[in-house]
């Protein structure tokens, strides 16, 4: 990774011939060609090698340029990427979050929900929520939701449902209340 960044801080553009510092990671000739159609520039190959490293495969590497292009922009996510990779979060569906546009607004949100143990599904359909504007609980407060018992598959329900803040908070507010000792117990009689 370092040789690769000596390499780029040379030059402005990949230059088609060239050795390239996606040829010092070992990327394929025909991925290198893709990348050259799209004439990367420093910052992007920086944001592609970051994606890359962290383990995102060179053909999803090539497709998150393409879809940055298809939408006039600059690929300038690889950082975000790379810490929903570190997190866990599968790239497929790192994949779905680049193609709903919630990479740049959610991402952060995304891998502090997976995180604290909020599984891939939950994170998406979030993020579908999110695209179609629909109000959604905040990861925040589903992370509450899973501490007092919600699987993930429940929690999943309970958006499609449509849960409100204040249901959540009822349901976290009886959670609490009765971890804290205050429900009924059956006790054995003694004899």
Same mark, same amino acid.
């Given at each position: 990774m370092a040789a690769s960044l000596l390499i780029l801080a040379g030059c402005n553009k990949i230059n088609h011939g060239n050795a390239s510092p996606f040829d010092a990671v070992g990327m394929h000739p025909e991925s290198i060609e893709q990348l050259h159609k799209y004439q990367v520039n420093d910052a992007e190959v920086q944001q592609i090698l970051a994606a890359g490293s962290a383990g995102m495969t060179e053909q999803d590497c090539v497709e998150l340029v393409r879809i940055a292009r298809s939408r006039d922009r600059v690929f300038a996510e +690889?950082? =975000?990427?790379?810490?929903?990779?570190? &997190?866990?979060?599968k790239e497929s569906t790192i994949m779905e979050l680049v193609r709903l546009d919630e990479l740049n607004g959610y991402g952060g949100e995304a891998e502090a929900m !997976?995180?604290?143990?909020? $599984?891939?599904?939950? @994170?998406?359909?979030? /993020?579908?929520?999110?695209?179609?504007?629909?109000?959604v609980l905040s990861g925040a407060r589903l992370a509450e939701l899973r501490? /007092?018992?919600? $699987?993930n598959s429940q929690l999943? &329900?309970?958006?499609?449902?449509? =849960?409100?803040? %204040?249901? &959540? %908070? %009822?349901? @976290?507010? !009886?959670?609490?209340?009765? &971890? +804290?000792? !205050? $429900?009924?117990? !059956? %006790?054995?009689?003694?004899?």
């Amino acid at each position: 990774m370092a040789a690769s960044l000596l390499i780029l801080a040379g030059c402005n553009k990949i230059n088609h011939g060239n050795a390239s510092p996606f040829d010092a990671v070992g990327m394929h000739p025909e991925s290198i060609e893709q990348l050259h159609k799209y004439q990367v520039n420093d910052a992007e190959v920086q944001q592609i090698l970051a994606a890359g490293s962290a383990g995102m495969t060179e053909q999803d590497c090539v497709e998150l340029v393409r879809i940055a292009r298809s939408r006039d922009r600059v690929f300038a996510e +690889g950082d =975000i990427v790379a810490g929903l990779l570190g &997190a866990g979060v599968k790239e497929s569906t790192i994949m779905e979050l680049v193609r709903l546009d919630e990479l740049n607004g959610y991402g952060g949100e995304a891998e502090a929900m !997976h995180l604290a143990n909020l $599984s891939d599904e939950v @994170i998406l359909d979030v /993020a579908r929520r999110r695209v179609k504007g629909e109000k959604v609980l905040s990861g925040a407060r589903l992370a509450e939701l899973r501490d /007092a018992g919600f $699987s993930n598959s429940q929690l999943v &329900a309970e958006l499609d449902r449509g =849960i409100t803040d %204040q249901q &959540a %908070q %009822q349901v @976290i507010a !009886h959670h609490d209340y009765a &971890a +804290g000792g !205050h $429900s009924f117990v !059956h %006790q054995p009689r003694r004899r």
